[in-house]
Nanobody, 122 residues
């Protein structure tokens, strides 16, 4: 039972990237999934959350407009589409699955896994 984030890499400023969060051993239909990121020497930062069944999304204010979270129930995968990337977006991005998106930035999560590195070059 785990979540695996993937899709990171090196991208130039202004570019786009799609990250995936694939679940194995359980169905994401019954869980909300949140994305976080952490840059070296910085605190963890919430990106956004998608509710059970992908019905709704919520984003950190600083992420609205450039980042979009979506879900493919058939693939048991949640995606994070990132556009207009800048060097400040360089971080390890990881996903967590939990009961809901209520207070998603500070709540506990049931499932997690290793993150994926995103590096934005100027």
């Amino acid at each position: 039972v785990q979540l695996q984030a993937s899709g990171g890499g090196l991208v130039q400023a202004g570019g786009s990237l799609r990250l995936s969060c694939a679940a194995s051993g359980f169905s994401l239909d019954y869980y909300a999934v949140a994305w976080f990121r952490q840059a070296p020497g910085k605190e963890r930062e919430g990106v956004g959350c998608i509710s059970n069944y992908g019905d709704s999304t919520d984003y950190a204010d600083s992420m609205k407009g450039r980042f979009t979270i979506s879900q493919d129930n058939a693939k048991n995968t949640v995606y994070l589409d990132m556009n207009s990337l800048n060097v400040e977006d360089t971080a390890v991005y990881y996903c967590r699955a939990g009961a809901s998106c209520i207070a998603w930035q500070g709540r506990e999560y049931e499932y997690g896994g290793p993150g994926t590195q995103v590096t934005v070059s100027s």
